[in-house]
């Protein structure tokens, strides 16, 4: 079959008749498509739905029937029902889907939680149900926090039900984050359904990288492979009403439509509805396309053309939008929609009429000429600009669309605006991330933008389509000074939290003398103030970067700015072993000031945790450790629970608690996009655990791949903690290699001045020359670390020194 979209938006086709003409008669469709295939995914979807708490993830391409199964389930259950779903073209508005499926139960809502009433701003038909608004916080992210808070208790309330989110993968960040936390906290009697397509290659979708934050087991996935050949005979058998469809008549429906279940129920629905084969192109495509130019070539001109203006507004078209788009009167719309309905283009769902599937819509649109769509994307934003509030995303998208960038840009920055306003820095991220593409785009304009989608991508679930956005800026000679300082900044703390250690350390660097406002130059001076991240710099660098970042944030006046300065100095003070680092740790931690700031409270005792850890001081690690995991679990900070995470399992391995613990070490290390940042720490601290458990050879690949990667990346505690690891490892049987690794710890350390963390090899070193009948040669090295660590309050080091003295005197 040909077919062609004419130049002025019409519908063309003719078809051909196949080699099953004599055996599909037409007329035969009764009822609708049965449902096959799909038993054992159904039967477990229900088992796990009746055993709630559960979260299950449905994944599969489109038209592969996770929207069905779905279907079959519920009318299968008893359970109350939350249904939301997702669009495509979401405005700014956080929790979308999930507000719309709180919704359709609000009639059974009984008492609920007090901080349930973060939501009634949010659900204003619901004010009389809900409690009252409490105060606004000064903190976003709490903000953010206390809404998931508030969603998951009235969830509770609405239980035992079954909250079912179709198409996650068009999710606004914020419902990712809900679920996220669900999986971290689920809710009892709760089943929750997702349906999403599964992620490309190339990278995840929001909804996969907050899925994977969670616990190990906490996502049941289950996913929906295409239809096999028994199942497609089936479908046809009922479908056409054979008894025994030929063999050759299942291969080409199999080898046509690929098994995918909807494009093989409308290839079997056309056959049963006119007889013949119109399975005459070979991808799934063309032959989706030629089943629904057949539908619509019943369809007269302009019944096409609203619905190929209904095809560029979205999947549920508004009839007032067309009519206005189209300057047709309201009837002559509705007729038409609903021949597209009679013609099996159209369904009517709860939200009125609207295309089977967003395959069927893309094939619409996809007929369309180019100028057509154009016309009818700016037609669409014209009148979407005469309503009250703006949608400002569909704006952008009809623009952009339409080819008119000035318009897109003015509204895609306009939803990244109101996206930050209401803490949503993902959303914000993805608009502005859109408006770098426009190669006309003004310089300053362009810079502004940037500067916007660095802060708000720094917070944001994905960074890496920002990185080489940001790196294009900054290679750019002509950058304004200011914005070089700030683009600068935010695109070297993401490389850090991307586990880029020196190339974040050094894009800081160059960021700082170009920034202008005191505030951030403190900020970014006590990010270089931190010890333990990189190579190459000495701890006097760091004391100087430290200095500087007070006198910033004295400068600033910024109370914020002169507490992240406070904690980084308290940090150093912690690493170099200087006994007052405590009593200003203490000082701060009963301090009202680090109270007020929950956020910065959590971060600030996992800083102090590991730099206790470091230097020996285990109980107050572990203390530290614990008040973190408090204040993250009281404040809903789940992003900070896999470095919580790191630091207990590396408290157990210093404490001797090594049952299981290499497993745990290993299902944190599988999934390293939970924590970038710290992945080879957790490497680090596998292998050293492996190397004490009786596993040398796995211990010995793994520290070797760290040291590789650390050197790569210029992280320096995990590659003196690797070199040192192995060089322990290697003593008995390969003495040799043993030193050499051992002399690659002391020399970073050397280089970093921090004498403490060079112990463990140094000791190695004594042995090996002891082994050797050689002490004397170890003397040097022995010395050079007492007089690093005189004085200094570091246990662990001290003792160690000891150990070394004895096997070498002076």
């Not at 192995?726 to 040799?736: C, F, G, I, N, T």
């Amino acid at each position: 079959m040909a077919a062609r979209a004419s130049g002025d938006g019409r519908f063309d086709g003719h078809d051909t008749r196949g080699g099953f003409e004599s055996l599909v008669r037409p007329g035969r469709l009764r009822g609708p498509i049965q449902f096959v295939g799909r038993a054992a995914e159904l039967a477990m979807l229900r088992h796990l739905v009746e055993t709630p708490p559960c979260l299950v993830l449905l994944e599969g391409e489109p038209g592969i029937g996770k929207s069905r199964l779905v279907a079959e389930l519920l009318a299968g259950s008893t359970r109350r029902r939350l249904v939301g779903e997702c669009d495509d073209v979401p405005e700014p508005f956080p929790l979308g889907a999930l507000l719309d499926a709180i919704r359709t139960g609000a009639d059974e809502l009984g008492p609920v939680n007090p901080v349930a009433g973060a939501l009634a701003p949010l659900l204003p038909e619901l004010a009389d149900r809900l409690p009252p608004a409490p105060p606004p916080l000064n903190d976003p992210p709490a903000e953010r926090h206390r809404l998931l808070r508030a969603v998951a208790a009235v969830l509770t309330a609405l239980t035992p039900a079954v909250l079912v989110l179709e198409d996650l993968h068009w999710a606004d960040p914020a419902t990712c984050e809900f679920l996220a936390y669900l999986g971290a906290h689920p809710v009892a009697g709760l089943a929750v359904v997702l349906t999403a397509r599964p992620p490309a290659p190339t990278g995840g979708t929001p909804i996969h990288d907050a899925l994977a934050r969670t616990p190990p087991g906490a996502v049941r996935r289950i996913a929906l492979p295409p239809l096999g050949a028994g199942d497609v005979r089936e479908l046809a058998a009922r479908t056409l009403r054979l008894a025994d469809p030929p063999d050759r008549l299942t291969t080409a429906l199999l080898d046509r439509t690929a098994g995918i279940p909807f494009v093989l129920e409308e290839v079997l629905r056309s056959l049963a509805e006119r007889g013949g084969d119109p399975l005459a192109d070979d991808t799934v495509p063309f032959v989706l396309r030629d089943v629904l130019l057949w539908r619509l070539r019943s369809l007269d001109e302009s019944t096409r053309e609203v619905l190929g203006a209904a095809a560029v507004l979205g999947l549920v078209p508004n009839r007032r939008i067309l009519a206005a788009m189209l300057r047709l009167p309201g009837d002559a719309v509705r007729a038409a929609l609903d021949a597209a309905q009679h013609a099996g283009l159209l369904h009517e769902a709860t939200d009125g009429l609207r295309f089977r599937h967003d395959l069927a819509r893309q094939v619409v649109y996809d007929l369309l000429s180019p100028g057509t769509r154009h016309w009818l994307h700016l037609r669409a934003a014209r009148v979407l600009e005469q309503s009250l509030p703006r949608p400002v995303a569909q704006l952008a998208h009809h623009y952009r669309l339409a080819g008119s960038s000035a318009d897109f840009v003015r509204n895609a920055e306009a939803a990244a605006d109101l996206a930050t306003e209401r803490g949503d820095d993902a959303t914000a991220a993805r608009f502005l991330l859109q408006t770098m593409d426009l190669a006309e785009l003004p310089r300053p304009v362009r810079v502004r933008l940037a500067a916007k989608l660095g802060r708000a991508a720094i917070d944001g679930l994905s960074q890496a389509p920002v990185i080489p956005v940001l790196q294009r800026l900054l290679a750019d000679r002509r950058l304004p000074p200011g914005a070089r300082g700030e683009l600068g900044l935010v695109f070297g703390r993401m490389l850090r939290q991307q586990g880029e250690a020196l190339r974040g350390y050094t894009e800081i660097e160059r960021a700082v003398p170009y920034l202008r406002a005191p505030r951030r130059r403190a900020q970014a001076l006590a990010v270089l103030a931190a010890p333990d991240t990189v190579v190459g710099r000495h701890v006097r660098d760091h004391l100087a970067r430290c200095a500087a970042a007070e006198e910033a944030a004295a400068a600033s006046g910024d109370p914020v700015a002169h507490l992240e300065v406070r904690i980084a100095r308290a940090s150093l003070l912690l690493e170099l072993g200087d006994p007052t680092a405590w009593l200003v740790i203490d000082e701060m931690r009963a301090s009202p000031v680090l109270a007020d700031q929950p956020r910065e409270h959590v971060r600030a005792c996992l800083n102090w945790a590991q730099g206790a850890l470091h230097a020996g001081h285990l109980d107050r690690a572990a203390a530290l450790a614990s008040a973190a995991r408090r204040l993250m679990e009281a404040n809903e900070y789940e992003r900070l629970l896999g470095l919580v995470e790191v630091t207990e399992l590396a408290l157990d391995r210093a404490a001797g608690r090594l049952d299981g613990l290499a497993d745990r070490l290993a299902r944190l290390a599988a999934t390293p996009e939970r924590i970038p940042f710290a992945g080879l720490d957790v490497r680090a601290e596998l292998a050293t655990v492996l190397a004490r458990s009786g596993s040398p050879a796995e211990a010995e690949r793994q520290f070797r791949d760290v040291i590789a990667e650390a050197r790569r990346v210029g992280a320096i505690l995990p590659l003196v903690q690797a070199n040192s690891g192995l060089a322990r490892l290697l003593l008995p049987d390969r003495p040799d290699d043993a030193v050499r690794h051992a002399r690659d710890a002391v020399s970073l350390v050397r280089d970093k001045g921090i004498w403490a963390w060079a112990a463990e090899a140094v000791l190695v070193l004594a042995e090996a020359a002891v082994t050797a009948g050689e002490p004397g040669r170890a003397a040097p090295m022995v010395a050079e670390l007492g007089a690093g660590i005189e004085g200094r309050d570091a246990p662990v080091a001290l003792s160690t020194l000891r150990r070394c003295r004895e096997l070498v005197p002076a």
